[in-house]
């Protein structure tokens, strides 16, 4: 390799280096993959408010004190959640906006709820109650 070549690949390293550093400056609109780690204790989420980007590749790794099925409304992942298991919920967050995250009692519960008074609206209501414990927020990108 001649000096001349040598010189001009180091140059087009370093224009490499400044391109990929203002992309990253100019508050990256590329989607990414997003680990979040989401500690349920008692009826609550921490954090209570997940916030990611559209398009990103998120990965809600949920640790729950109390067992039971966790539901992500909107993408519709529902997931029986062990007693200090640490379960995946996996998703694309191809759609915007603000979706509940509930928590259901798990099956052995279900037979003692009593019958409550004309339930409208609510198509699982037999499915026994349902308690926000958080959200997830998908802004625009
Ligand atoms: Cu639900």
Do not use: W
Request: hydrophobic share 35%.
């Amino acid at each position: 390799m001649t000096i001349k070549h040598f010189r001009m690949r180091r140059l087009i390293t370093t224009m490499a280096v400044v391109v990929t550093t203002l992309a990253a400056a100019c508050g990256g609109s590329t989607p990414q993959a997003v680990e979040i780690s989401v500690n349920v204790a008692g009826e609550t989420m921490n954090p209570e408010t997940i916030r990611v980007k559209q398009g990103d590749r998120v990965t809600l790794k949920i640790q729950a004190e109390e067992a039971g099925e966790y539901h992500l409304h909107g993408y519709d992942i529902e997931q029986d959640i062990d007693e200090d298991e640490v379960a995946n919920f996996y998703f694309v967050a191809d759609a915007t906006g603000r979706f509940r995250i509930t928590f259901h009692h798990s099956e052995e519960n279900h037979g003692e709820k009593e019958e409550k008074e004309g339930g409208q609206g609510h198509d699982g209501a037999e499915e026994g109650e349902e308690i926000d414990i958080g959200f997830l927020e998908v802004g625009p990108r």
